[in-house]
């Protein structure tokens, strides 16, 4: 395969539920829209009334993303719950404007805990009650339509609190599969690794030793032999010494060959992932022996599980690359980037297993979050060390 390789994810259910949240945000707005143009006048001036409906759909917008500090997720869903209240009071009527308090209540699951959201959901069927008895409404819509929204109100808070957990699950799952394939991957590796090595040791202890005997014997012979069979004795010699170098040029590219492609390991580790799109790119010269490729599948592995638990984001790119005498491994996500790292068992254990082998570690949180593996590079090519052995 080529130094260049791409794996896009199948990443539609989170794609769906951006832009159903980009449609409830413009309903929103939608809604507000329509009670201007209706003629309904609010009792403050409309541009101030146009000003809370902007800060209450920023409150949302806010409260839903996945920002780093949690006091702007607090502040900004507070802002949308009393945006709301005040969009409501200082009009007229109702119309359809109880669906932005609904839409606030519902994205209260992604910010607080769900007694706090119950508690909004109380407040807003207070505000709606509230309302309905200052403008005069009867005794049946004073507690009929308290009812109603209340119930609407629950429907929306319990669906999305399903979503929720529903994603939560999801990315467990994809967590879970990721380590697992990992391991399949590397087990697989280390059972290959582990025929070939027997396989050459059979050759060489075996077949290489017999005709190393034979060589030998050819020798003695030739010396013990009449001139007349110099000349084919001679030739048995050659032919002996011919098939121990092929024996011996089978066994080292067998060697050689003791690792399977680390591109193609890194493409089915990221395959379990369906939720993010990751690009991966390994560079043509680069070469790693087992225990490299291990630690490199490994830190693979950590990248991806921290960017679908921490990170929110769409896409991943690994990229391996040979830099002089460094195998350097560099994995950025898009996602939302923390203040500070705290290293867990995960990176804490990926740390070790780098220092082992004469690397580092490196996890740079600012702008994007990076994080980078550097081992050093073999000199030498695998396949030698039978034949230096063998010399020896």
């Known amino acids: 395969m080529g130094p260049h390789q791409r794996r896009t994810s199948a990443s539609h259910q989170r794609r769906a539920e951006f832009s159903a949240g980009a449609a409830i945000l413009a309903l929103c707005l939608g809604v507000g829209v329509v009670v201007l143009l209706t003629g309904m006048r609010p009792y403050i001036p409309v541009l101030a009334w146009s000003a809370l409906l902007v800060a209450c759909l920023v409150g949302v917008f806010f409260a839903a993303a996945p920002v780093t500090d949690r006091r702007i997720q607090l502040a900004s869903y507070a802002l949308a719950v009393l945006s709301s209240w005040a969009l409501l009071l200082t009009l ?80 467990a799952l994809e967590q879970k599969t990721v380590e697992l394939t990992a391991a399949s991957v590397l087990l697989e590796d280390s059972a290959k690794t582990a025929e070939r090595l027997r396989i050459s040791r059979d050759l060489h202890d075996l077949l290489g030793h017999q005709l190393t005997v034979l060589n030998l014997e050819l020798e003695a012979a030739r010396h013990r032999s009449a001139d007349s069979a110099a000349e084919h004795v001679e030739r048995a010699s050659g032919l002996a010494k011919k098939l121990l170098g092929d024996v011996r040029s089978t066994v080292g590219e067998m060697r050689a060959a003791d690792h399977c492609d680390l591109a193609e390991a890194l493409q089915r580790v990221a395959a379990a992932v369906p939720s993010l799109d990751i690009w991966i790119r390994v560079e ?17 592995q950590e990248i991806m599980t921290n960017t679908i638990k921490h990170s929110e984001a769409w896409t991943l790119r ?15 996500n898009d996602g939302t980037t923390p203040s500070s790292v705290t290293p867990g068992h995960g990176l804490t254990g990926l740390r070790e297993r780098v220092e082992l082998l004469g690397g580092t570690l490196t996890v740079t949180p600012r702008r994007r979050f990076t994080v980078q593996v550097d081992l050093p590079a073999h000199g030498r090519r695998a396949g030698s060390t039978l034949e230096e052995a063998d010399r020896a």
């Open 318 to 332: 690994l990229d391996v690359a040979r830099q002089e005498d460094r195998i350097v491994l560099t994995g950025v």
């Open 284 to 300: 043509t010269d680069v070469e790693v022996d087992e225990q490299q490729q291990d630690v490199l599948v490994r830190a693979a």
């Open 92 to 171: 007229p009527g109702q119309g359809m404007l109880v669906v932005i308090l609904v839409v606030v209540a519902a994205v209260g699951t992604y910010v607080v805990p769900m007694a706090a959201v119950v508690g909004v959901v109380a407040l807003n069927t207070v505000v709606i009650a509230v309302h309905a008895w200052a403008h005069g409404a009867g005794v049946v819509d004073y507690v009929a339509t308290p009812i109603f929204y209340l119930f609407i109100h629950l429907a929306a808070v319990l669906s999305t609190w399903s979503l929720q957990q529903e994603a939560r699950m999801r990315a």
